[in-house]
């Protein structure tokens, strides 16, 4: 926690990054109710019960391909992958642990928790082999140590709002306003990563929404 009170600009951008998220999510539950129409009630409540997020969106696809025309399905599709992807950067903020060193002053670093298990698990099997002043400190893995400077997180706020805009083009694509839709449906495949999605969907033969949800959800290791 000390991290946030002395990289006070890199917390405000983390901070931000999941708020966004969290209005993707209020956006996609709008979404799915719009889908359902007066049939909303019970689904929508099942629906928040769901706690896996890839769950969450596999339902939002199948309800797609079983009300959308196949076109529209598929559009569905390769846009929450897009949004899925958006996800990671949530993800990976509220989950891991912030750190600082004086070593990358521009920087905050995330680690992944097994970091910090793997470091108490050998410093106790030191301590328990020799006396407090003769222990050595165990060896950092750094590779799996991240350190974000305030561009990189600039750069993943913007991805989350991004993915909000597309949550609510989405049910407006939905909704039942046809001109609304149609300018929905242009922004939507109007988008670069939208528009890379079916194209390679399209160039692998993979046209229906559950082929779609086959592609990976990223096409790099972040």
Same mark, same amino acid.
């Given at each position: 926690?000390? #991290? $946030?009170? /002395?990289?006070?600009?890199? %917390?405000?951008?983390?901070?931000?990054?999941?708020? #966004?998220?969290?209005?993707? &999510?209020?956006? $996609? !539950?709008?979404?799915?109710?719009?889908?359902?129409?007066?049939? +909303? !009630?019970?689904?929508?409540? $099942?629906?928040?019960?769901?706690? +896996?997020? *890839?769950?969450?969106? %596999?339902?939002?696809?199948?309800?797609?391909?079983?009300?959308?025309?196949?076109? @529209? %399905?598929?559009?569905?599709? /390769?846009?929450?992958?897009?949004?899925?992807?958006?996800?990671?950067?949530?993800?990976?903020?509220?989950?891991?642990?912030?750190?600082? *060193?004086?070593?990358?002053?521009?920087?905050?670093?995330? %680690?992944?928790?097994?970091?910090?298990?793997?470091?108490?698990?050998?410093? +106790? #099997?030191?301590? $328990?082999?020799?006396?407090?002043?003769? *222990?050595?400190?165990?060896?950092? @893995?750094?590779? &799996?140590?991240?350190?974000?400077?305030?561009?990189?997180?600039?750069?993943?706020?913007? /991805? *989350?709002?991004?993915?909000?805009?597309?949550?609510?083009?989405?049910?407006?694509?939905?909704?039942?306003?046809?001109?609304?839709?149609?300018?929905?449906?242009?922004?939507?495949?109007?988008?670069?990563?939208?528009?890379?999605?079916?194209?390679?969907?399209?160039?692998?033969?993979?046209?229906?929404? &559950?082929?779609?949800?086959?592609?990976?959800?990223?096409?790099?290791?972040?």
């Amino acid at each position: 926690m000390d #991290a $946030m009170k /002395a990289r006070r600009e890199h %917390a405000e951008l983390i901070a931000g990054t999941i708020a #966004a998220w969290s209005q993707v &999510e209020a956006q $996609m !539950g709008i979404v799915l109710a719009s889908m359902l129409h007066t049939k +909303s !009630g019970p689904f929508v409540i $099942m629906y928040s019960a769901i706690e +896996s997020q *890839t769950a969450q969106f %596999a339902v939002l696809d199948a309800t797609a391909k079983d009300t959308l025309s196949k076109g @529209d %399905a598929d559009l569905f599709c /390769a846009s929450t992958i897009a949004i899925r992807r958006a996800s990671s950067h949530r993800n990976k903020f509220a989950h891991r642990i912030w750190g600082i *060193t004086n070593k990358f002053p521009e920087s905050i670093l995330l %680690a992944k928790s097994n970091v910090l298990w793997n470091f108490q698990a050998q410093f +106790s #099997a030191e301590l $328990m082999l020799n006396s407090p002043a003769d *222990t050595n400190f165990p060896k950092t @893995d750094f590779s &799996e140590i991240y350190a974000y400077k305030i561009q990189d997180l600039l750069e993943a706020r913007e /991805a *989350t709002i991004r993915a909000h805009l597309i949550a609510h083009d989405l049910s407006i694509l939905v909704g039942p306003i046809k001109h609304a839709r149609e300018l929905a449906r242009t922004r939507l495949e109007s988008e670069p990563e939208i528009r890379s999605i079916l194209d390679k969907a399209r160039d692998f033969g993979l046209l229906l929404p &559950e082929a779609l949800l086959r592609l990976p959800d990223r096409d790099d290791v972040y």
